[in-house]
């Protein structure tokens, strides 16, 4: 069996491009109230995962670079998610995976990307689904 079951589609998933702004990026966190999201490229590969940390970390970098110590809106603006995200951070996993595969990776992180075999992003695994999987399988001892 496979985590297609597990799979919250694309289609029901927030994400941004990597050609979105830091002030996007930043937007729909603080809206969302998400600590990370899955960013993809324009044809729908999945490229990396982007999170509070590596927003903060960037514009605290940044504005240590300016006589002001600051940075603008405006700045925010001119900056895109592809310079800030990490495309080793928070690896995707085939659909084809099984669900006792994920239970490690669920450790790291709250969701896990999931990728078809050509690598498009098709949505995300979340570790409550994945515990609750484990949780109430009767034929396996947890």
Not at 79 to 102: G, M, Q, R, S, Y
Not at 109 to 133: A, C, E, M
Request: net charge negative; aromatic share 10%; with cysteine.
């Amino acid at each position: 069996m496979n985590i297609a079951f597990l799979l919250h589609p694309k289609a029901t998933v927030d994400f941004l491009y990597e050609d979105n702004t830091l002030r996007q990026g930043v937007e729909k966190l603080r809206v969302n109230g998400y600590s990370a999201i899955p960013v993809i490229s324009r044809d729908g590969r999945y490229v990396s995962t982007i999170s509070q940390g590596d927003f903060l970390w960037y514009m605290l970098n940044a504005a240590g670079e300016k006589p002001d110590h600051s940075i603008s809106i405006y700045d925010m603006e001119k900056i895109l998610v592809k310079d800030i995200a990490h495309a080793d951070k928070n690896p995707p996993c085939l659909i084809t995976a099984e669900p006792e595969d994920l239970v490690f990776r669920a450790m790291e992180q709250n969701f896990i990307p999931v990728v078809d075999d050509w690598g498009s992003f098709i949505g995300i695994v979340t570790r409550r689904d994945i515990l609750k999987y484990l949780a109430t399988s009767s034929d396996r001892e947890i």
